[in-house]
């Protein structure tokens, strides 16, 4: 098993780079007051072990200890970071005195492959993403040279503004309800694997909305390069070093050779001077997303090579996270008729007529619907698990422990919305889904003046006790294009299908004993897919 020899070379290769900054601790730690410590039965080998191998039981271990303490020491393989936890507390990470530079360092280099000539921009820029630079040696850098400054612009222009996210929810609709029309309508179809069905038709629905339908015409193995690079990024970035991570590697650079081969011949056709340009959507880049990206990457001078490795992470973050999310919201409804009713009716109300006179889905409507809201929310609240991390850029004092500057803090996602005094409901603890979590009836007139009862969504929870993504400057970009996108597509499933639950099956399909839990192999992956799917029958309705 090649994998297994790369943990076992790879736990070597910790221990013996590791003596010397063992030794150097032991020497500190006399010295100043620790908070407590994760216990570790070999140094520098346990916890990282545990974590890559059973993330689940690290994570147990994990809430364990700060179930004492709003803050933990960890030795976590070479590093010694901090875990914190408490709203307060964690709400601190995302101010301006921590940063998340030296993760986004490795993710890039790392899971992106970029050159060591297009990172050296990267390194070379200390100004930080903020339009106020950062003091030090880069302050003076000229704006348009300030390339983390730069690409967090980028990103509010193309993922978070109005504009790009109204485009995505029309395109993608229009891609999606092609994939569901190659159902016979009125048809019973037996055998669908829901959470499959989701990775193959949200995928193929969702690229043509971002980057155009090119991609896959030249690839008719997309689908299936993009599942297996898919696990790649966090093993990449936070696991062994890619010399010993031969495997993974190559997924990465199969992958990454795909979007470069797409982003040479699509810059090669556009007219970047053209009336495409500033359309919302055209067949050669996409949207304005992929054609923001490939401007700013080309502002850099980056090699293809790198470009192509940003549309691999680009095209990660937009599919790895929101489908086994959109997997867990239809697993939930359909085991829970009656939820399923009542979100089904809800839904209703976000439903809108085109030119074309087919019904589609208005996303902001949706995004305000009580009842779909606090499903959602409690399904990233359970399977959203990720360590989100920092390093401090001067020395903090976190929960009565002063940090030095440089040290690295996580708060576990894990920890805060498991938390029983935050989220326990009589009934329904903290650990179980309860789709009327985040609801509360309220009582109002409506329109003739009577009184009616109607559900409010709300969160009992603050920023630093739900935080599926992250929070402050480095928050996640695409949060906006995820909500549209699980919304969209769970509504236009319920809205235009009859659905049957049959039974739980494996993910090659053959029959499971029992319903899905998280995958345990997705270790800090952001949004845990199921370890098994759903089968069921539909029908088609319009
Ligand atoms: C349910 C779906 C999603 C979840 C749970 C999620 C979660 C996250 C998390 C936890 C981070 C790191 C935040 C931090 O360190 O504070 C992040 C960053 C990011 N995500 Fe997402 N994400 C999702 C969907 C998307 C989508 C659809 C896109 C793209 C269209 C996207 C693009 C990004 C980008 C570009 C960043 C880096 C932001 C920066 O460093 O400035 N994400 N996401
Ligand atoms: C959509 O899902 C169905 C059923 O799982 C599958 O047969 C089909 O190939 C998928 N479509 C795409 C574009 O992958
Ligand atoms: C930060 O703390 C260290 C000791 O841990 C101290 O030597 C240093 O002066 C402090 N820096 C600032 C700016 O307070
Ligand atoms: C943050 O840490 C302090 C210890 O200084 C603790 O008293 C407090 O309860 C923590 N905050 C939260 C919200 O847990």
Same mark, same amino acid.
């Given at each position: 098993m090649p994998e297994f020899t790369s943990i076992?070379?790879?736990?070597?290769?910790?221990?013996?780079?590791?003596?010397?900054?063992?030794?150097?601790?032991?020497?500190?730690?006399?010295? %100043?007051?620790?908070?407590?410590?994760?216990?570790?039965?070999i140094p520098y080998v346990s916890n990282i072990w545990q974590y890559m191998t059973n993330n689940r039981l690290f994570m147990t271990r994990v809430r364990q200890i700060l179930k004492d303490t709003p803050i933990a020491q960890c030795q976590l393989g070479p590093m010694n970071t901090y875990l914190v936890t408490g709203n307060s507390n964690v709400s601190l990470i995302f101010r301006s005195s921590f940063t998340s530079e030296p993760w986004i360092l490795r993710i890039l280099e790392n899971a992106g492959g970029y050159t060591s000539t297009d990172m050296a921009h990267y390194y070379a820029d200390g100004s930080g993403a903020t339009s106020r630079p950062r003091r030090g040696p880069s302050e003076l850098l000229p704006p348009e040279k300030r390339i983390w400054h730069t690409s967090h612009r980028m990103h509010d222009d193309t993922l978070i503004h109005a504009r790009p996210i109204n485009a995505f929810a029309t395109s993608f609709q229009g891609f999606f309800a092609q994939e569901l029309e190659a159902f016979p309508a009125d048809e019973w179809v037996e055998n669908i694997q829901i959470f499959s069905f989701l990775k193959s038709n949200m995928t193929a629905a969702?690229?043509?909305?971002?980057?155009?339908?090119?991609?896959?015409?030249?690839?008719?193995?997309?689908?299936d390069a993009f599942w297996q690079y898919e696990k790649t990024p966090a093993t990449l970035a936070f696991g062994l070093p890619p010399w010993i991570n031969r495997r993974a590697v190559r997924i990465r650079d199969r992958f990454g050779a795909m979007c470069r081969e797409w982003y040479e011949l699509a810059d090669r056709d556009f007219d970047w001077t053209g009336p495409d340009r500033q359309?919302?959507?055209?067949?050669?880049?996409? %949207?304005?997303?992929?054609?923001? /990206?490939?401007?700013?990457?080309?502002?850099?001078?980056?090699?293809?090579?790198?470009?192509?490795?940003?549309?691999?992470? /680009?095209?990660?973050?937009?599919?790895?996270?929101v489908i086994p999310i959109c997997g867990w919201v239809m697993f939930e409804l359909l085991q829970n008729p009656e939820l399923y009713l009542a979100v089904k009716e809800e839904i209703s109300e976000a439903e809108i007529t085109n030119q074309a006179s087919k019904v589609y889905f208005d996303h902001q409507k949706l995004t305000s619907l009580p009842l779909l809201q606090s499903v959602f929310t409690e399904v990233m609240r359970l399977h959203v698990s990720v360590l989100i991390t920092r390093t401090s850029t001067e020395n903090i004092t976190i929960a009565g422990y002063t940090l030095p500057k440089g040290s690295i803090v996580q708060a576990p996602t894990e920890v805060a919305h498991l938390d029983e005094s935050t989220w326990g409901k009589p009934g329904h603890p903290a650990s179980e889904f309860w789709g009327y979590r985040h609801v509360k009836e309220i009582e109002t007139t409506d329109e003739t003046g009577n009184v009616v009862n109607k559900l409010e969504f709300?969160?009992?929870?603050?920023?630093?006790?739900?935080?599926?993504?992250?929070?402050?400057?480095?928050?996640?970009?695409?949060?906006?294009?995820?909500?549209?996108?699980? /919304?969209?597509?769970?509504?236009?499933?319920? %809205?235009?299908?009859?659905?049957?639950?049959?039974?739980?099956?494996?993910?090659?399909?053959?029959?499971?004993?029992?319903?899905?839990?998280?995958?345990?192999?997705?270790?800090?992956?952001?949004?845990?897919p199921p370890d098994r799917d759903m089968k069921v029958r539909w029908r088609r309705l319009w």
């Open positions: 076992i070379l790879g736990v070597l290769f910790l221990v013996l780079s590791l003596v010397t900054t063992f030794l150097n601790k032991q020497n500190h730690e006399k010295r %100043s007051q620790q908070p407590p410590r994760l216990g570790e039965t969702a690229t043509r909305a971002v980057v155009g339908p090119r991609i896959m015409d030249q690839n008719p193995d997309f689908i359309a919302d959507w055209e067949p050669n880049f996409g %949207s304005q997303v992929s054609k923001g /990206l490939a401007l700013w990457a080309k502002s850099f001078a980056f090699s293809s090579q790198s470009i192509g490795g940003a549309f691999a992470l /680009l095209l990660s973050g937009l599919h790895s996270n709300f969160m009992s929870g603050k920023t630093g006790s739900f935080f599926p993504y992250g929070g402050g400057i480095s928050i996640c970009a695409g949060r906006f294009i995820a909500n549209a996108e699980v /919304l969209l597509a769970v509504s236009m499933l319920i %809205s235009r299908f009859d659905i049957e639950f049959v039974e739980w099956v494996k993910l090659d399909g053959s029959f499971s004993e029992r319903a899905a839990i998280d995958d345990i192999r997705y270790a800090n992956a952001v949004a845990k």
